[in-house]
């Protein structure tokens, strides 16, 4: 099972961009994956999820992010994504994907920096 | 979604055993047995450690072990090593389809 996350940068308040998240190693159709970011110092945040096709892909989204941040996936490229528009300087961080299996995340990306900044 | 709340630092001798406590509400740790414990060295991504409360994945060392009692869940590790040295989470599967994260403890060997 891997993970390869990309997409991060420098972006300026209100701005948008957008993360990917790479699969390989198992059935990516199948598997919920979920999105966490870390600031410099600081804990993990839950950032939301998007299900698999077993779930219909129903998403869920954390309070902090909700109506600015948009996950979608792409199963015939094994792709997840991260779409943050209205980007704020406290969204900075390292954003990690993770695949959720049975209510715990067992595999992690190694992460893309977002920062937010003038 | 507050986050769940951990010790801000554990410290322990080599060899020496320590509980590290996770506590959360009757919307996650106390509504299902979904906690999970990670371990994060620095600049580097989390790592699965405990899962379902009280497994390990394969690979995992059996000093490490979870336990829960109501809304709070614990984390112990047994004979304290130099390589346990990290920062640990906990988290949790919530009644509003959401996962929320303990805000961390970072572990000391003396």
């Known amino acids: 099972v891997q993970l390869v996350d990309s997409g991060g940068g420098l972006v300026q308040p209100g701005g948008s961009l957008k993360l990917s998240c790479a699969a390989s190693?198992?059935?990516?159709?199948?598997?919920?994956i979920h999105w966490v970011r870390q600031a410099s110092g600081k804990g993990l945040e839950w950032v939301g999820r998007?299900?698999?096709?077993?779930?219909?892909?129903?998403?869920t989204y954390g309070a902090s992010v909700k109506g600015r941040f948009t996950l979608s996936r792409d199963d015939s490229k094994n792709t997840a994504s991260l779409q943050m528009n209205g980007l704020k300087v406290e969204d900075t961080a390292v954003y990690y994907c993770?695949?959720?299996?049975?209510?715990?995340?067992?595999?992690w990306g190694q992460g893309t920096l977002v920062t937010v900044s003038t | 979604q507050s986050a769940l709340t951990q010790p801000a630092s554990v410290s322990g001798s080599p060899g020496q055993s320590i509980t590290i406590s996770c506590t959360g509400t009757?919307?996650?740790?106390?509504?299902?047995?979904?906690v999970s414990w990670y371990q994060q060295h620095p600049g580097k991504a989390p790592k699965l450690i405990v899962y379902?409360?009280?497994s390990r994945p394969s690979g995992v060392s059996h000093r490490l072990s979870g336990s829960k009692s109501g809304s709070a869940a614990f984390l112990t590790i047994s004979g304290l090593q130099a390589e346990d040295e990290a920062d640990y989470y906990c988290?949790?599967?919530?009644?509003?389809?959401?996962?929320?994260f303990g805000s961390g403890t970072r572990v000391t060997v003396l």
């Open positions: 190693g198992f059935t990516f159709s199948d598997s919920a």
């Open positions: 993770t695949r959720n299996y049975n209510f715990f995340f067992d595999s």
């Open positions: 988290t949790s599967y919530t009644t509003t389809t959401a996962f929320v």
């Open positions: 998007i299900g698999g096709k077993p779930n219909n892909y129903a998403t």
């Open positions: 009757s919307s996650d740790i106390g509504a299902y047995n979904y």
């Open positions: 379902g409360v009280d």
